[in-house]
């Protein structure tokens, strides 16, 4: 009975690391199209970087829920 318990507490203790990564993969990305969108020239790398960045966040709050998820299923 105890196993079951665990898996939930362990989805439940991640769900605030995949909404803060997703969070600030948003605002990441929003931030890039803003920087490549409304400036010039040298604010591209800037946005660019904004957009891999938020890329990146997205996917790893992605592949917490996933790992998560697994855990809770394989256990």
Do not use: C, E
């Not at 010039?40 to 660019?48: C, D, P, V």
């Amino acid at each position: 009975m105890s196993s079951d318990t665990r898996p939930s507490t362990r989805s439940s203790s991640n769900r605030p690391l995949q909404l803060i990564l997703a969070v600030v993969g948003l605002v990441a990305l929003v931030v890039g199209v803003i920087y490549l969108f409304f400036s010039h020239g040298h604010h591209n790398l800037r946005g660019a970087t904004g957009l891999i960045v938020g890329v990146i966040l997205l996917v790893l709050a992605w592949w917490v829920g996933r790992s998560k998820s697994r855990s809770a299923s394989s256990g």
